[in-house]
């Protein structure tokens, strides 16, 4: 026999449609979107790992002072690897017509057909001296599209193109910069004629794999280093080391493994993370919407007190009332997991892609069926509901058929009520509903919070990277920073220069071995005696240090605390003790007099890498010239930055106010109807609704600004903590900063979202009739 009680389910979904509406939508927009996030990561990284077999990714490269000889190359590949050319030359490219563009760096390779292969999005690769192909992502970037001319080297040349480098899916243009860098920098390929066309220097790049393929990462680091190590002694000696042959002596200028190589790891990574984070977002807005569920159908238990007391005398079973009173909150999920999994396979992927696209040169991808995504955003959220009610209703069901009739549902045997304070009877009528809802405000607390963690990233990131712009002068040791390729000219004569603001330097890249970053790269500075930019003092021991702030700060250093940093490109290692922490914002660095400088990295007494400067040096001939750091530089990561995440996070912001318009209107329902009798009852004594309106409404008022208050410091402690994690797995360091007009900002906006809420609330206090107290057994 069919129960009658399955009768009842249609009624009650039709009945709170609004409720039950607004607790669908929720969950649909948060399946949907993270069922979206899975299934584009899915397909992205499944397309990602494939290029490395599809475009023959390399297992690494290494730049050479000059080109190699053969005789050189021979001995190189005797170590058991097969070299590749892949020569570029690193020129300026400009817009015409477009006054307001920036000033970018454009790296040219030649097209590439055995290693490192290119992906055509859209067009054609080059085939005239005057044709070229760029990067998808910088194209969009600056507003560049097939047809258009730009000026690469002084030269006009057509873009035929838009592709994606397989070895530069996010643009590093080096490899130790704190984030990839789309808008300044370009890569490019363009035919042998178009290269020998540009006249800038070229970087003797030659790629490698190994004959011998490593079995996973471990055995790549092993094979790197001593790679790494044979190619300096190789490259040092011609490549005969018993007999140097000074025809062929060369210098590695540069070496990058590909497992550490940020251009091609960096958005693989980075997807894999925002799964993890999508699918913890996923569990704790199922679980508050799950408690919302409970408090919800706990609420509709106490109002049905009678009926279920009836029922229960009347031989229905716990198990019985408890199975149906779970049945909506799992009729909904369901509903909600079906169509947000329809939409996430639609809608939602799209947007995640296109979010991904905006950030990273990615190759083309194909879409993937991802039965983890559908278990995930499926039978998580059923789960969670499912046991979050069974736990809270069956609770409220342990009562005798007797105490429902007698509407006697409250755990404590207390005697006497509560002694209030001598406050007015409104005032103690406010403190009463508190205290007999404390378990909705307790909900609403946590729901608050959790909109005002994802308000502080949305209000926090811009905030964050407006400060890191503002303060970026405050970073750089001097406004011209001048890295020399040698200190002598092609004469053997000392490079000087006759502005008086510069000053000499030393400079040298090393790793960590251990801490919350292995192999972070700390730049070593050498100061001359009494510099001007360098206030720290010249008479200390050789191998003490003073070590940056933010160096300090991300690694927990202290002073008199010892320091393992090892070279870049060989396993040689230097001790180091910290004498003092140096005011130095924005670098991971460490800093010691010159003189100690270049005595432990076995330099010449006169030795130095550069000039530090307040003016241009126009004197400096550009060809002694390595490259200049300017605030440019500095700024590059905050452009990026802006401009990859800063547009989205307005509609965040947005998507976060109508959460918290929903979450809030719920929790208020709720709190509304649990007090149907009271609120009838006032009125029936003769309060009006505005006097109404101040005992609910004032005191849901003075809560919800208490907690967005409370929750906007703790959720930007919980932000800053994981930017933390965020920064421990990335070159460098910058912390979070949200000041007291980004606080204001997230709790105005919780408080206009709950202002919505108030009419609402408002017109339903004022729905409720009298009748409902009268018909009060109680």
């Known amino acids: 026999m069919r129960s009658p009680l399955i009768r009842r389910i249609p009624r009650e979904l039709l009945g709170e449609w609004k409720k039950y509406f607004a607790l669908f939508g929720i969950m649909v927009i948060t399946i949907g979107f993270v069922c979206g996030l899975f299934v584009a990561n899915n397909s992205m990284e499944t397309a990602g790992n494939e290029s490395f077999e599809k475009y023959n990714i390399a297992d690494g490269y290494f730049n050479l002072r000059d080109e190699a000889t053969d005789k050189l190359i021979d001995a190189i590949e005797d170590e058991g690897i097969t070299t590749y050319k892949q020569y570029y030359k690193q020129v300026s490219e400009r817009i015409p017509n477009k006054k307001n563009a920036e000033k970018s760096d454009i790296r040219v390779f030649v097209n590439r057909d055995q290693v490192n292969k290119i992906c055509l999005m859209k067009g054609e690769f080059p085939k005239a001296k005057d044709e070229i192909a760029i990067d998808r992502m910088h194209a969009e970037n600056v507003g560049v599209k097939i047809g258009d001319y730009i000026r690469v080297d002084g030269n006009n040349m057509k873009v035929t193109g838009l592709v994606a480098f397989s070895d530069y899916s996010a643009l590093y243009e080096d490899n130790s910069e704190i984030i990839f860098n789309a808008i300044t920098f370009d890569v490019a390929v363009v035919a042998q004629e178009g290269f020998d066309s540009i006249k800038g220097a070229t970087v003797y790049q030659y790629a490698f794999t190994y004959n011998d393929k490593p079995k996973d990462t471990e055995d790549k680091k092993l094979k790197s280093d001593d790679i790494v190590e044979r190619l300096y002694k190789l490259a040092a000696t011609g490549g005969d080391e018993d007999n140097p042959d000074f025809e062929h002596l060369n210098e590695v200028t540069g070496y990058l493994p590909e497992y550490l190589n940020e251009a091609i790891h960096f958005s693989l990574d980075d997807i894999g993370k925002d799964k993890i984070m999508g699918e913890v977002l996923l569990i704790i807005l199922i679980a508050v919407i799950a408690f919302i569920f409970a408090i919800a159908v706990s609420n509709t238990i106490v109002n049905e007190a009678s009926v279920i007391g009836t029922l229960r005398a009347s031989g229905y ?462």
Request: hydrophobic share 45%; charged share 20%; net charge neutral.
């Open 317 to 778: 079973t716990k198990g019985e009332l408890l199975r149906h009173y779970v049945t909506v909150p799992i009729i909904v999920t369901l509903l909600a997991a079906v169509i947000g999994n329809v939409l996430g396979y639609s809608c939602f992927k799209n947007v995640v892609v296109n979010m991904y696209y905006n950030s990273y040169s990615l190759p083309t991808y194909e879409t993937l069926w991802n039965s983890d995504a559908f278990i995930k955003t499926t039978v998580y959220p059923v789960l969670l509901v499912i046991v979050i009610n069974f736990v809270v209703i069956s609770g409220k069901l342990q009562y005798s058929p007797l105490q429902f009739l007698r509407r006697d549902l409250s755990k404590s045997k207390r005697k006497k009520a509560i002694r209030l304070p001598r406050w007015s009877f409104l005032n103690r009528f406010r403190l009463r509903i508190l205290m007999q809802n404390v378990t909705g405000y307790f909900t609403l607390f946590i729901g608050i919070w959790f909109v005002m963690i994802s308000l502080s990233f949305a209000v926090g990131l811009p905030a964050t990277l407006k400060n890191y712009q503002n303060h970026a002068i405050d970073y750089m040791i001097a406004d011209h920073q001048y890295i020399l390729k040698k200190s002598v000219d092609a004469d053997g004569n000392k490079i000087t220069t006759d502005e008086k603001s510069a000053e000499e330097y030393s400079s040298r890249i090393l790793l960590t071995i251990d801490g919350v970053h292995v192999d972070e790269e700390v730049t070593a500075y050498g100061y001359t005696n009494n510099s001007k930019y360098f206030n720290l003092p010249y008479d200390v021991d050789k191998y003490e240090v003073w070590v940056s702030e933010p160096f300090a700060d991300k690694f927990s250093l202290q002073e008199g605390q010892k320091i393992t940093l090892k070279e870049h490109y060989t396993s040689d290692t230097y001790d180091f003790t910290i004498k003092g922490i140096y005011n130095q914002p924005g670098i991971v660095a460490i800093f010691m007099p010159n003189d100690k400088f270049n005595e432990i990295f076995d330099y010449d007494e006169d030795h130095f890498t550069g000039f530090m400067s307040e003016k241009k040096l126009d004197d400096l001939d550009e060809d002694n010239i390595l490259t200049e750091v300017t605030v440019d530089d500095i700024l590059k990561m905050v452009r990026q930055l802006d401009h990859s995440m800063g547009g989205y996070m307005d509609y965040f912001s947005y998507a976060c106010m109508a959460i918290a318009v929903l979450l809030i209107l719920l929790l208020t329902k709720i709190i509304i109807e649990k007090n149907t009798v009271s609120i009838s009852m006032l009125k029936v004594l003769g309060y009006t609704s505005g006097e109404i309106n101040s005992v609910f409404i004032r005191l849901t008022t003075i809560m919800v600004v208490i907690f967005a208050a409370i929750t906007a410091n703790l959720s930007t402690f919980v932000i800053s903590e994981f930017w933390k994690i965020i920064m421990y797995e990335m070159n460098g360091w910058f912390t979070f900063y949200s000041g007291p007009k980004d606080y204001l900002k997230m709790v105005i906006m919780v408080i206009v979202s709950y202002l919505i809420v108030v009419l609402l609330d408002m017109r339903r206090i004022k729905r409720i009739p009298m009748t409902d107290a009268l018909k009060s057994v109680e």
